[in-house]
């Protein structure tokens, strides 16, 4: 299962500038936030349109889909007037180039023996009219052989109709033989030459497309959709479908490729701070104190070194914190400490994303001492991620047979209950989390939102208002609030929150400030004033902050995007890939990047077409 973990850094967040707390992607976040919130907006059979400020259209799936990535699609829905006029158009265009030979053909033609003998020489000597009029007698013939599925046959007719006249109809109607014989290169070749004759021939762009994904050169065969998407009006729906099944063909061929070659190292210091702080803070153990008097060179000193570290919550003291975790289990001589050394050091594995080396230090810890019952909360978040429900719902199990009392427990299967959209179910755990601790300010958002998702607003707005008067220094609080505002479109409340957030994260954490209040302020800007520059200033001060932090990187992406400079935005978007950290995150962030990159394809190969796309998102820009 892609995702980000399951008990998750904190609470789930409404905007796609957060992270999700084991709920949609981060792809689906920023889906909903471009669709939603950042352009002209259609929904036509479930499918969202989104026509961005410089024209350009994406194809982005409901929450059901996004997983599959954007795609590009009609800018706009025709009248009835004008389907029943595409519908004739597309059926008279059928007919003229049908390669079944529907209508009888004449009786001077029925023979072989009555086809005209050609050679590029002998047509070399005959006039306009009557190699047009050759051509002709051959392609029906050709038709017919078609019909038939004499393929052998019609190859060789459709190549005499070509020697009489270069036309694409002909050239398509020959790589239509190839295709049935699945001669792919000799399809690609033919629809080439017709291409050539004709850049916006639909039907032979289309089975061009088709033979080029036959042989796995996909990026090709998205080109020659998109094109055809584009020339057919979007129209034809199955040309959409192969858009969209392409993009996640490509973007799953090359992220697989990434994911292989990927470096394991830790998330931006934002993400690793978030999942830290969703478990209830905890005195180091007895022993392991700040001020114990440790030496480097033992396992224990190692322990209490990794426990400092983390506490800076920085990107170098995270990365000396996870160093440190190693170093203690290599040294060994743990005693006590052992198990909870193996829980550190599993925790750490798990961040750079090595799921099973995670697995195996979670095991190994809850072993040595089943009545930690933090390993078997964090071994059921990566049972979750990979899919594996009954194993995370087993994990909590034996967590509460061992203590029924730990708040972490509920608060956790909330989570999974959440990820799953069991809203009523993660709401009882939430409030089971709060009746054991109630201090915990996180089981109280995570509250908030749930009842926020089950539609009841008046219970949800009380809950945060509460945590305000609550938890008043605590800037998390301001920033899902402001969140819950933004959604309502109470614009400037919400940045009011946001700006009292970014000011307590400066006042409590300078080093390590979460910037996530600083990107939702950004979107409430652009959403509330299209203020795209000072939305830019506020994504860039974010990646300044934290350079890793993918959430600003997609959004950033998304700003460019929408005002049409898709070429900053590719990067953007493959920076974005380059910072996930599971498969389903960096196929998804790759799908949007092969989108951008085929329309500055379709810009550089076709630039009739790009002007035309433009053109459509220009005038429909007004509509509401």
Not at 240 to 258: C, D, M, T
Not at 562 to 579: H, I, N, P
């Given at each position: 299962m892609s995702g980000r973990p399951i008990p998750e850094p904190s609470p789930v967040q409404l905007q796609a500038s957060s992270i999700p707390t084991g709920s949609p992607s981060l792809w689906d976040r920023i889906s909903t936030w471009a669709s939603e919130h950042k352009a002209v907006v259609y929904t036509i059979g479930g499918a969202v349109l989104v026509v961005t400020v410089g024209g350009v259209v994406y194809y982005l799936s409901d929450t059901n889909k996004a997983a599959q990535g954007p795609s590009v699609i009609s800018p706009k829905k025709k009248s009835k007037k004008d389907r029943k006029k595409a519908k004739k158009d597309v059926e008279e265009a059928s007919k003229a180039e049908s390669t079944t030979a529907k209508k009888p053909i004449p009786a001077s033609m029925e023979t072989e023996d009555e086809l005209p003998e050609v050679t590029e020489e002998s047509v070399a000597a005959l006039d306009e009219q009557i190699r047009k009029d050759y051509a002709a007698k051959l392609k029906a013939a050709g038709n017919k052989a078609y019909g038939s599925k004499d393929y052998n046959k019609a190859i060789e007719l459709y190549g005499k109709a070509i020697i009489c006249r270069q036309d694409p109809v002909f050239y398509s109607n020959r790589a239509a033989c190839w295709n049935a014989m699945s001669n792919w290169e000799k399809v690609i070749e033919d629809t080439t030459a017709a291409i050539n004759l004709d850049p916006e021939y639909v039907k032979a762009l289309n089975r061009r497309a088709n033979a080029y994904e036959e042989v796995k050169r996909y990026s090709e065969a998205l080109l020659d959709y998109t094109a055809s998407c584009i020339i057919d009006g979007f129209r034809n729906e199955q040309s959409a479908q192969s858009v969209e099944r392409l993009l996640k063909k490509v973007?799953?061929?090359?992220?697989?490729?990434?994911?292989?070659?990927?470096?394991?190292?830790?998330?931006?210091?934002?993400?690793?701070s978030n999942y830290l702080q969703s478990f209830r803070p905890k005195p180091p153990p007895q022993g392991l104190e700040e001020d114990a008097e440790l030496e480097d060179n033992t396992g224990k000193g190692q322990l209490k070194k990794g426990l400092v570290a983390m506490g800076r919550k920085t990107a170098d003291g995270y990365a000396e914190a996870a160093d440190s975790f190693d170093k203690a289990l290599e040294l060994g001589d743990l005693g006590e400490h052992e198990a909870f050394a193996y829980n550190m050091r599993g925790t750490f594995r798990y961040l750079k994303g090595n799921n099973e080396d995670a697995l195996t230090d979670l095991t190994k810890s809850i072993e040595i001492q089943p009545s930690l019952t933090q390993s078997y909360i964090k071994r059921a978040s990566m049972h979750l991620e990979l899919g594996n429900r009954?194993?995370?719902?087993?994990?909590?199990?034996?967590?509460?047979?061992?203590?029924?009392?730990?708040?972490?427990?509920?608060?956790?299967?909330?989570?999974?209950?959440?990820?799953?959209?069991?809203?009523?179910?993660?709401?009882?755990?939430?409030?089971?989390?709060?009746?054991?601790?109630?201090?915990?300010?996180?089981?109280?958002?995570?509250?908030?939102?749930?009842?926020?998702?089950?539609?009841?607003?008046?219970?949800?707005?009380?809950t945060f208002r509460r945590c305000m008067k609550n938890f008043d220094k605590v800037p998390d609080v301001y920033n899902y609030y402001g969140e819950l505002l933004l959604d309502q479109q109470k614009y400037q409340e919400a940045i009011e929150k946001f700006d009292t957030a970014v000011e307590m994260e400066k006042q409590t954490k300078p080093l390590g400030m979460n910037v996530l209040p600083l990107i939702n302020k950004a979107l409430a800007l652009f959403q509330w004033k299209q203020d795209f520059s000072e939305a830019e200033k506020l994504c860039q001060k974010s990646l300044i902050i934290d350079p890793e932090c993918d959430i600003a990187v997609a959004t950033m992406a998304q700003l460019l995007l929408q005002q049409g400079k898709v070429t900053d935005a590719l990067k953007y978007f493959e920076r974005a890939a380059e910072l996930s950290r599971t498969e389903g995150e960096i196929v998804n962030a790759l799908s949007y990047a092969e989108a951008t990159r085929t329309q500055l394809e379709v810009q550089e190969k076709y630039p009739q077409l790009a002007s035309r796309l433009q053109g459509m998102g220009a005038g429909i820009s007004g509509m509401r």
């Amino acid at each position: 299962m892609s995702g980000r973990p399951i008990p998750e850094p904190s609470p789930v967040q409404l905007q796609a500038s957060s992270i999700p707390t084991g709920s949609p992607s981060l792809w689906d976040r920023i889906s909903t936030w471009a669709s939603e919130h950042k352009a002209v907006v259609y929904t036509i059979g479930g499918a969202v349109l989104v026509v961005t400020v410089g024209g350009v259209v994406y194809y982005l799936s409901d929450t059901n889909k996004a997983a599959q990535g954007p795609s590009v699609i009609s800018p706009k829905k025709k009248s009835k007037k004008d389907r029943k006029k595409a519908k004739k158009d597309v059926e008279e265009a059928s007919k003229a180039e049908s390669t079944t030979a529907k209508k009888p053909i004449p009786a001077s033609m029925e023979t072989e023996d009555e086809l005209p003998e050609v050679t590029e020489e002998s047509v070399a000597a005959l006039d306009e009219q009557i190699r047009k009029d050759y051509a002709a007698k051959l392609k029906a013939a050709g038709n017919k052989a078609y019909g038939s599925k004499d393929y052998n046959k019609a190859i060789e007719l459709y190549g005499k109709a070509i020697i009489c006249r270069q036309d694409p109809v002909f050239y398509s109607n020959r790589a239509a033989c190839w295709n049935a014989m699945s001669n792919w290169e000799k399809v690609i070749e033919d629809t080439t030459a017709a291409i050539n004759l004709d850049p916006e021939y639909v039907k032979a762009l289309n089975r061009r497309a088709n033979a080029y994904e036959e042989v796995k050169r996909y990026s090709e065969a998205l080109l020659d959709y998109t094109a055809s998407c584009i020339i057919d009006g979007f129209r034809n729906e199955q040309s959409a479908q192969s858009v969209e099944r392409l993009l996640k063909k490509v973007a799953e061929s090359k992220g697989k490729a990434i994911l292989e070659g990927k470096e394991k190292k830790l998330p931006s210091p934002t993400f690793v701070s978030n999942y830290l702080q969703s478990f209830r803070p905890k005195p180091p153990p007895q022993g392991l104190e700040e001020d114990a008097e440790l030496e480097d060179n033992t396992g224990k000193g190692q322990l209490k070194k990794g426990l400092v570290a983390m506490g800076r919550k920085t990107a170098d003291g995270y990365a000396e914190a996870a160093d440190s975790f190693d170093k203690a289990l290599e040294l060994g001589d743990l005693g006590e400490h052992e198990a909870f050394a193996y829980n550190m050091r599993g925790t750490f594995r798990y961040l750079k994303g090595n799921n099973e080396d995670a697995l195996t230090d979670l095991t190994k810890s809850i072993e040595i001492q089943p009545s930690l019952t933090q390993s078997y909360i964090k071994r059921a978040s990566m049972h979750l991620e990979l899919g594996n429900r009954d194993a995370a719902a087993n994990d909590f199990e034996q967590a509460m047979a061992q203590n029924p009392d730990d708040p972490d427990i509920y608060y956790h299967r909330a989570q999974l209950h959440f990820i799953l959209s069991e809203f009523a179910e993660a709401a009882k755990d939430y409030q089971k989390s709060i009746d054991i601790d109630k201090d915990f300010i996180f089981s109280h958002i995570q509250l908030g939102v749930t009842q926020y998702k089950m539609g009841s607003i008046a219970s949800s707005m009380a809950t945060f208002r509460r945590c305000m008067k609550n938890f008043d220094k605590v800037p998390d609080v301001y920033n899902y609030y402001g969140e819950l505002l933004l959604d309502q479109q109470k614009y400037q409340e919400a940045i009011e929150k946001f700006d009292t957030a970014v000011e307590m994260e400066k006042q409590t954490k300078p080093l390590g400030m979460n910037v996530l209040p600083l990107i939702n302020k950004a979107l409430a800007l652009f959403q509330w004033k299209q203020d795209f520059s000072e939305a830019e200033k506020l994504c860039q001060k974010s990646l300044i902050i934290d350079p890793e932090c993918d959430i600003a990187v997609a959004t950033m992406a998304q700003l460019l995007l929408q005002q049409g400079k898709v070429t900053d935005a590719l990067k953007y978007f493959e920076r974005a890939a380059e910072l996930s950290r599971t498969e389903g995150e960096i196929v998804n962030a790759l799908s949007y990047a092969e989108a951008t990159r085929t329309q500055l394809e379709v810009q550089e190969k076709y630039p009739q077409l790009a002007s035309r796309l433009q053109g459509m998102g220009a005038g429909i820009s007004g509509m509401r």
